[in-house]
Nanobody, 124 residues
Framework: QVQLVESGGGLVQAGGSLRLSCAAS????????MAWFRQAPGKEREFVAG????????YYADSVKGRFTISRDNAKNTVYLQMYSLKPEDTGVYYC?????????????????WGQGTQVTVSS
């Protein structure tokens, strides 16, 4: 079992950058596929990026490809989301999620573990 705590959200102007962090408890973090999702008001939670524990491959939503980078540091039990060239449509609550699958599912229901979320607001 793993517990997840996000940090790093905030208010930023369009074109700016932020780095989100997700700290995980537990000794088996390296065996968890990790992902970031986001949810805007009135919208469903959507996949942003994910990284497989087994292959290290990364996957991105088309809307963030080329602007966001997901990475992990297993020694620190932490996964990051570096966000550049932020747009107002990136605004939402960003959630860290984890699961033991080796694949990187893009559906929220596929993940067993979730953080509490961190707010990202991009002003125009």
């Amino acid at each position: 079992q793993v517990q997840l705590v996000e940090s790093g959200g905030g208010l930023v102007q369009a074109g700016g950058s932020l780095r989100l962090s997700c700290a995980a408890s537990g000794r088996t973090f390296s065996r968890y596929t990790m992902a970031w999702f986001r949810q805007a008001p009135g919208k469903e939670r959507e996949f942003v990026a994910g990284i497989s524990w087994s292959s290290g491959r990364t996957y991105y939503a088309d809307s963030v490809k080329g602007r966001f980078t997901i990475s992990r540091d297993n020694a620190k039990n932490t996964v990051y989301l570096q966000m550049y060239s932020l747009k107002p449509e990136d605004t939402g609550v960003y959630y860290c999620a984890g699961d033991t699958t080796a694949a990187v599912p893009r559906t929220a229901q596929s993940y067993d573990y979730w953080g509490q979320g961190t707010q990202v607001t991009v002003s125009s």
